[in-house]
């Protein structure tokens, strides 16, 4: 009995299994999605490069070529998230490669959007013969092959850069303290203590004129 796509999905991720979800996705940093999505596609590469297309089941077949699809478009999101050049430009040669496999992958129900994504017509996949299929996903099929090559070498780059370290979220800077902003030793503002002590001063100053007397007033 074959597993839902979220099955198949869980399996790539096998090791970064918060990548396989949205809600686990979500909070999760582009450098640390990239790295999972990227993992997880070779994975499917190879887990589809092994099913037995002479006589596998066709529905987990179908499933699984949905959840490469669904992994592949995982990771069009996390590297456009990243805001990189390098980034960016790897990822346009992903997509230019997919491009050129345009007419087989139609052939199965798959297109490639402008976005670089994938898209599925399901009852096209789910019609296509297991051949029409092995032609693009089978171990020596050429579009797998060309697309675990292209992400190989996208993983050296994001090494390379350090793209892979997920980068801490800056912390905003704080407005330096003025000087005059600066408490007295005492605890009490310096412009605040001065002018108490003139005040004390002319009240002692003012006491002493109408009693002809030094006194200890404070205030």
């Known amino acids: 009995m074959s597993l839902a796509v979220s099955g198949y999905v869980r399996q790539f991720y096998k090791g970064n299994l918060f990548g396989a979800t949205k809600n686990g996705r979500t909070g999760q940093t582009p450098n640390s999605l990239a790295m999972a999505d990227m993992k997880a596609i070779r994975k499917a590469v190879r887990e589809m490069g092994s099913f037995d297309y002479d006589e ?5 077949l179908v499933k699984k070529v949905e959840a490469f699809v669904n992994t592949y478009n995982n990771y069009v999101d996390s590297a456009k998230a990243l805001g990189d050049e390098n980034a960016d430009r790897y990822l346009a040669q992903l997509k230019k490669m997919s491009k050129e496999f345009t007419d087989e992958l139609d052939d199965i129900g798959i297109s490639v959007q402008n976005s670089g994504k ?3 017509d399901k009852k096209s996949l789910q019609s296509t013969g297991r051949y029409q299929v092995s032609k693009l996903f089978a171990d020596d099929a050429q579009f797998v092959t060309q697309v675990e090559k292209q992400i190989k070498r996208t993983q050296s780059m994001f090494v390379r850069n350090d ?7 800056k912390k905003p800077q704080t407005e330096a303290a003025k000087p005059e902003d600066k408490p007295s030793e005492g605890g009490t503002d310096a412009p605040e203590a001065a002018a108490a ?4 001063q002319l009240v002692q100053q003012l006491a002493q ?8 007033y404070t205030v």
């Open 197 to 200: 002590r003139q005040n004390q």
């Open 209 to 216: 004129a109408l009693s002809g007397s030094q006194l200890n």
């Open 56 to 60: 596998g089941d066709g529905e987990e």
């Open 118 to 120: 994938l898209a599925i």
């Open 163 to 169: 793209l892979d370290v997920a980068k801490p979220a």
